[in-house]
């Protein structure tokens, strides 16, 4: 059974950094590429960041949303199966619920409609 539990979310301060990680189960986090997502009361998901497999021509490829740009950084783990994301500077306009999720069809980074496996989230709350 497949499983990503995403955890490290909380309240931090503005300005302050934060580290959210996703650690998967009954898969291997290496061979697909893994998104990070948030969602903001009111709002749409939308993808921060992600991280293609460790495989494939695009191998270990990284991208970021244009408003995380210089402030995130997603990395792999494979010791521990997890992806972490950090980011640096947060801002109250952070604040949402974190999830990561799975494109299981391909090595490569994807639309958000292509990501089958989604974690449960975790929440991050930046105050001012």
């Known amino acids: 059974q497949v499983q990503l539990v995403e955890s490290g979310g909380g309240l931090v301060q503005a300005g302050d950094s934060l580290r959210i990680s996703c650690t998967g189960s009954?898969?291997?986090?290496?061979?697909?590429?893994i998104g990070w997502f948030r969602q903001a009361p009111g709002k749409e998901r939308e993808e921060v960041s992600c991280v293609s497999a460790r495989y494939g021509s695009n191998e270990g490829q990284k991208y970021y949303k244009d408003f995380a740009k210089g402030r995130a950084t997603i990395s792999r783990d494979s010791s521990k199966n997890t992806v972490h994301l950090e980011m640096n500077r947060v801002k109250p306009e952070d604040t949402a619920v974190y999830y990561c999720a799975v494109d299981p069809k391909g090595y490569d980074c994807s639309e958000i409609e292509e990501y089958d496996y989604w974690g449960q989230g975790t929440r991050v709350t930046v105050s001012s």
């Open positions: 009954g898969l291997n986090l290496d061979v697909y590429s």
